[in-house]
C-alpha cells in the first residue's frame, strides 16, 4: 500500500505536464503562407482554436492550484486520479490541431467537446478524491455551475455532429463561465 506523498510532487510533475501542453498547442501553429493581411484569414479558425484551448488549459491549472492549496499530503488513489485527468488533457493538442484545421467539420468538433467533457469529469474525480485529504467543499466542482458545464459539454458534442458553429459556441460559452469568479 502507498503511504501519502508531500503533494509537491504532484504539483510539480502536474505543472510540467501542463506545459508541455501548451507547449504542443503552440508548435502546431503555422504562419499564413501570404504576407498580406487577407492571408491571416486561411489560419484565423486555427489561431482561435489555439487561443480557446489555452484559456481551457489555463482554468484547469488554476483551478489544480486552487485545489490543491487546500491539501498537504495526497495518496496513491490521488496520483492516479490526477494522471487520468492529465490523461485528457494531454489529448487537447490533438483535438486542438484538428478541430482547428476543419472548424466547420462535425466529428473533430464532437471529438474536441468530448476531450473538454472528459477534462471535467476527471477534475471533477480528482477534487472528489482529495476532499478526504482536506480540501473539504472548498472546490464549487460539486456546484451547480460543474453540473452544468458538464450536461453543456455533452450538449455541444451533440450539436457540433449537427451543427458545428453551435457546438464551439458553447464551448466558447463555458470558458467564458469558468472565468468569471464565483459569487459568495
Known amino acids: 500500500m502507498m503511504r501519502s506523498t508531500p503533494k509537491t510532487r504532484l504539483e510539480a510533475f502536474s505543472d510540467g505536464v501542463i506545459a508541455i501542453i501548451i507547449t504542443i498547442m503552440v508548435l502546431e501553429l503555422r504562419p499564413p503562407h501570404g504576407v498580406e493581411v487577407a492571408d491571416l484569414l486561411d ?5 482561435l482554436r489555439y487561443a480557446l484551448s489555452f484559456v481551457y488549459v489555463g482554468i484547469y491549472w488554476v483551478n489544480h492550484h486552487a485545489l490543491l492549496d487546500r491539501v498537504a499530503k495526497v495518496d496513491g ?9 492529465l490523461f485528457w488533457m494531454s489529448l487537447i493538442p490533438f483535438v486542438t490541431a484538428w478541430a482547428g484545421e476543419h472548424p466547420m467539420a462535425p466529428v473533430p468538433g464532437a471529438l ?13 474525480l480528482l477534487s472528489w478524491r482529495l476532499k478526504s485529504e482536506g480540501a473539504g467543499q472548498a472546490m464549487a466542482w460539486g456546484s451547480r455551475k460543474n453540473r452544468l458545464s458538464i450536461v453543456l459539454y455533452a450538449v455541444a458534442i451533440g450539436v457540433s455532429l449537427v451543427y458545428p458553429p453551435l457546438g464551439v459556441a458553447i464551448h466558447v460559452v463555458l470558458a467564458l ?6 459569487r459568495s
Open 43 to 47: 489560419v484565423l479558425p486555427v489561431w
Open 77 to 85: 488513489a490521488a496520483l492516479w486520479a490526477n494522471l487520468h485527468l
Open 112 to 124: 474536441y467537446g468530448a476531450v473538454l467533457l472528459l477534462c471535467s469529469i476527471s477534475f471533477l
Open 177 to 182: 463561465l469558468w472565468l468569471m469568479p464565483e
